[in-house]
T-cell receptor, first 111, second 112 residues
Framework: GEDVEQSLFLSVREGDSSVINCTYT??????LYWYKQEPGAGLQLLTY?????DMKQDQRLTVLLNKKDKHLSLRIADTQTGDSAIYFC???????????FGKGTSLLVTP | KAGVTQTPRYLIKTRGQQVTLSCSPI?????VSWYQQTPGQGLQFLFE???????NKGNFPGRFSGRQFSNSRSEMNVSTLELGDSALYLC???????????FGPGTRLTVT
Protein backbone atom coordinates (compact mmCIF):
# COMPACT_ATOMS: atom_id res chain seq x y z
CA GLY A 1 0.00 0.00 0.00
CA GLU A 2 0.95 3.64 -0.15
CA ASP A 3 3.02 5.16 2.63
CA VAL A 4 1.86 7.18 5.60
CA GLU A 5 4.60 9.78 5.97
CA GLN A 6 6.11 11.09 9.19
CA SER A 7 9.30 12.95 9.96
CA LEU A 8 11.74 10.57 11.63
CA PHE A 9 13.06 12.63 14.50
CA LEU A 10 12.07 15.54 16.75
CA SER A 11 13.96 17.03 19.67
CA VAL A 12 12.41 19.48 22.14
CA ARG A 13 13.24 20.93 25.53
CA GLU A 14 11.29 19.91 28.60
CA GLY A 15 8.32 22.23 29.12
CA ASP A 16 8.05 23.20 25.44
CA SER A 17 5.30 22.02 23.11
CA SER A 18 5.96 19.23 20.61
CA VAL A 19 4.23 18.98 17.25
CA ILE A 20 4.45 15.72 15.33
CA ASN A 21 3.15 15.77 11.77
CA CYS A 22 1.77 13.04 9.54
CA THR A 23 0.50 12.83 5.99
CA TYR A 24 -1.85 9.96 5.31
CA THR A 25 -2.94 8.39 2.06
CA UNK A 26 -6.54 7.23 2.06
CA UNK A 27 -9.17 9.96 1.95
CA UNK A 28 -11.80 7.40 2.95
CA UNK A 29 -10.10 6.62 6.25
CA UNK A 30 -12.70 6.74 8.97
CA UNK A 31 -10.38 6.96 11.95
CA LEU A 32 -6.87 8.32 12.37
CA TYR A 33 -4.79 7.28 15.33
CA TRP A 34 -1.76 8.24 17.32
CA TYR A 35 0.14 5.52 19.12
CA LYS A 36 3.16 5.76 21.44
CA GLN A 37 5.85 3.11 21.75
CA GLU A 38 8.46 3.11 24.48
CA PRO A 39 11.61 0.96 24.21
CA GLY A 40 10.87 -2.74 24.45
CA ALA A 41 7.13 -2.19 24.73
CA GLY A 42 4.04 -2.57 22.58
CA LEU A 43 1.96 0.27 21.19
CA GLN A 44 -0.07 2.46 23.49
CA LEU A 45 -3.14 4.11 21.98
CA LEU A 46 -2.82 7.82 22.80
CA THR A 47 -5.77 9.30 21.00
CA TYR A 48 -7.75 9.08 17.79
CA UNK A 49 -9.91 11.34 15.70
CA UNK A 50 -12.91 10.54 13.57
CA UNK A 51 -12.67 11.77 10.01
CA UNK A 52 -15.58 14.21 10.34
CA UNK A 53 -13.77 16.15 13.07
CA ASP A 54 -11.21 18.92 12.69
CA MET A 55 -9.76 18.90 16.17
CA LYS A 56 -9.76 16.83 19.31
CA GLN A 57 -8.26 17.77 22.66
CA ASP A 58 -7.46 15.34 25.43
CA GLN A 59 -5.57 16.82 28.38
CA ARG A 60 -2.07 17.70 27.07
CA LEU A 61 -2.78 16.24 23.64
CA THR A 62 -4.34 18.11 20.72
CA VAL A 63 -4.99 16.44 17.39
CA LEU A 64 -5.60 18.53 14.28
CA LEU A 65 -6.97 17.05 11.06
CA ASN A 66 -6.87 18.71 7.65
CA LYS A 67 -8.80 16.39 5.36
CA LYS A 68 -8.20 18.48 2.26
CA ASP A 69 -4.43 18.08 2.60
CA LYS A 70 -4.66 14.64 4.31
CA HIS A 71 -2.56 16.06 7.13
CA LEU A 72 -2.72 15.04 10.75
CA SER A 73 -0.78 16.51 13.64
CA LEU A 74 -0.31 15.72 17.31
CA ARG A 75 0.59 18.52 19.69
CA ILE A 76 1.88 17.64 23.15
CA ALA A 77 1.76 20.59 25.54
CA ASP A 78 4.30 20.98 28.36
CA THR A 79 6.40 18.07 27.07
CA GLN A 80 8.07 15.99 29.77
CA THR A 81 11.08 13.64 29.65
CA GLY A 82 8.63 10.75 30.08
CA ASP A 83 7.15 11.68 26.71
CA SER A 84 10.36 10.56 24.98
CA ALA A 85 9.28 7.66 22.76
CA ILE A 86 8.39 6.80 19.18
CA TYR A 87 5.04 8.15 17.99
CA PHE A 88 3.15 6.42 15.20
CA CYS A 89 0.42 7.84 13.07
CA UNK A 90 -2.02 5.27 11.63
CA UNK A 91 -4.98 5.38 9.28
CA UNK A 92 -7.91 2.99 9.16
CA UNK A 93 -9.07 2.73 5.54
CA UNK A 94 -12.69 1.85 4.89
CA UNK A 95 -11.65 -1.00 2.67
CA UNK A 96 -10.43 -3.26 5.43
CA UNK A 97 -9.60 -3.75 9.04
CA UNK A 98 -5.85 -3.23 8.87
CA UNK A 99 -4.18 -0.17 10.27
CA UNK A 100 -1.70 1.45 7.92
CA PHE A 101 1.16 2.89 9.99
CA GLY A 102 3.78 5.51 9.37
CA LYS A 103 7.42 4.70 10.15
CA GLY A 104 7.21 6.60 13.44
CA THR A 105 8.66 9.84 14.80
CA SER A 106 11.28 9.49 17.51
CA LEU A 107 10.70 12.24 20.08
CA LEU A 108 13.59 13.18 22.36
CA VAL A 109 12.86 15.48 25.27
CA THR A 110 15.91 17.08 26.85
CA PRO A 111 16.02 18.64 30.34
CA LYS B 1 -10.07 -4.62 32.82
CA ALA B 2 -7.00 -6.61 31.81
CA GLY B 3 -5.22 -5.59 28.62
CA VAL B 4 -4.13 -7.65 25.66
CA THR B 5 -1.73 -10.40 26.69
CA GLN B 6 0.77 -12.17 24.47
CA THR B 7 2.83 -15.25 25.18
CA PRO B 8 5.64 -15.91 25.12
CA ARG B 9 7.31 -12.51 25.38
CA TYR B 10 10.62 -13.69 23.97
CA LEU B 11 11.48 -16.60 21.73
CA ILE B 12 14.64 -17.83 20.04
CA LYS B 13 14.29 -20.31 17.21
CA THR B 14 16.52 -21.82 14.54
CA ARG B 15 16.05 -21.47 10.80
CA GLY B 16 13.67 -24.08 9.45
CA GLN B 17 11.77 -24.52 12.69
CA GLN B 18 8.20 -23.45 13.25
CA VAL B 19 6.73 -21.27 15.98
CA THR B 20 3.33 -20.56 17.50
CA LEU B 21 2.51 -17.28 19.21
CA SER B 22 -0.55 -16.68 21.35
CA CYS B 23 -2.72 -13.63 21.98
CA SER B 24 -5.56 -13.14 24.46
CA PRO B 25 -7.69 -10.09 23.66
CA ILE B 26 -9.34 -7.70 26.07
CA UNK B 27 -12.46 -9.28 27.54
CA UNK B 28 -15.42 -8.67 25.25
CA UNK B 29 -13.30 -7.86 22.20
CA UNK B 30 -14.00 -10.16 19.27
CA UNK B 31 -11.55 -8.83 16.70
CA VAL B 32 -7.88 -9.74 16.83
CA SER B 33 -5.25 -8.41 14.44
CA TRP B 34 -1.59 -9.34 14.08
CA TYR B 35 1.25 -7.08 12.99
CA GLN B 36 4.95 -7.61 12.35
CA GLN B 37 7.36 -4.84 13.37
CA THR B 38 10.90 -4.70 12.01
CA PRO B 39 13.40 -1.82 11.88
CA GLY B 40 13.44 -1.89 8.09
CA GLN B 41 9.79 -2.36 7.18
CA GLY B 42 8.13 -0.84 10.22
CA LEU B 43 4.69 -2.09 11.22
CA GLN B 44 3.05 -4.39 8.71
CA PHE B 45 -0.38 -5.98 8.93
CA LEU B 46 -0.48 -9.77 8.91
CA PHE B 47 -4.14 -10.74 9.34
CA GLU B 48 -7.33 -10.03 11.25
CA UNK B 49 -9.84 -12.42 12.78
CA UNK B 50 -13.38 -11.85 13.95
CA UNK B 51 -15.59 -14.59 15.38
CA UNK B 52 -13.13 -17.28 14.29
CA UNK B 53 -13.09 -16.06 10.67
CA UNK B 54 -10.16 -14.46 8.91
CA UNK B 55 -11.54 -11.27 7.36
CA ASN B 56 -8.40 -9.67 6.00
CA LYS B 57 -4.86 -10.75 5.21
CA GLY B 58 -1.73 -8.76 4.54
CA ASN B 59 0.93 -9.40 1.96
CA PHE B 60 2.86 -12.19 3.67
CA PRO B 61 3.78 -15.66 2.39
CA GLY B 62 1.70 -18.70 3.21
CA ARG B 63 4.21 -19.70 5.89
CA PHE B 64 2.37 -17.21 8.09
CA SER B 65 -0.98 -18.46 9.29
CA GLY B 66 -3.34 -17.85 12.13
CA ARG B 67 -6.54 -18.89 13.77
CA GLN B 68 -9.02 -17.68 16.34
CA PHE B 69 -10.83 -19.75 18.92
CA SER B 70 -14.40 -19.46 20.16
CA ASN B 71 -13.20 -17.51 23.22
CA SER B 72 -11.58 -14.96 20.85
CA ARG B 73 -8.03 -16.01 21.75
CA SER B 74 -5.84 -16.13 18.69
CA GLU B 75 -2.68 -17.89 17.63
CA MET B 76 -0.34 -17.24 14.76
CA ASN B 77 2.02 -19.79 13.33
CA VAL B 78 5.13 -19.33 11.24
CA SER B 79 6.53 -22.42 9.57
CA THR B 80 9.97 -22.95 8.06
CA LEU B 81 11.43 -19.94 9.83
CA GLU B 82 13.82 -17.64 7.99
CA LEU B 83 16.31 -15.15 9.42
CA GLY B 84 14.14 -12.35 8.07
CA ASP B 85 11.25 -13.45 10.29
CA SER B 86 13.08 -12.02 13.30
CA ALA B 87 10.78 -9.28 14.50
CA LEU B 88 8.43 -8.04 17.18
CA TYR B 89 5.02 -9.60 16.61
CA LEU B 90 2.20 -7.48 17.94
CA CYS B 91 -1.37 -8.47 18.53
CA UNK B 92 -4.21 -5.97 18.80
CA UNK B 93 -7.80 -6.40 19.85
CA UNK B 94 -10.88 -4.31 19.21
CA UNK B 95 -14.62 -4.51 19.66
CA UNK B 96 -15.26 -4.50 15.94
CA UNK B 97 -14.07 -3.43 12.54
CA UNK B 98 -14.17 0.32 13.03
CA UNK B 99 -13.23 0.38 16.68
CA UNK B 100 -9.89 1.49 18.02
CA UNK B 101 -7.28 -1.24 18.37
CA UNK B 102 -5.46 -1.91 21.62
CA PHE B 103 -2.08 -3.58 21.41
CA GLY B 104 -0.35 -6.15 23.57
CA PRO B 105 3.32 -5.97 24.60
CA GLY B 106 4.41 -8.15 21.70
CA THR B 107 6.46 -11.30 21.26
CA ARG B 108 10.10 -10.74 20.32
CA LEU B 109 11.09 -13.57 17.94
CA THR B 110 14.75 -14.09 17.09
CA VAL B 111 15.64 -16.58 14.38
CA THR B 112 19.26 -17.78 14.33
Amino acid sequence: GEDVEQSLFLSVREGDSSVINCTYTDSSSTYLYWYKQEPGAGLQLLTYIFSNMDMKQDQRLTVLLNKKDKHLSLRIADTQTGDSAIYFCAESPNSGYALNFGKGTSLLVTP
Amino acid sequence: KAGVTQTPRYLIKTRGQQVTLSCSPISGHRSVSWYQQTPGQGLQFLFEYFSETQRNKGNFPGRFSGRQFSNSRSEMNVSTLELGDSALYLCASSLGATSEQYFGPGTRLTVT
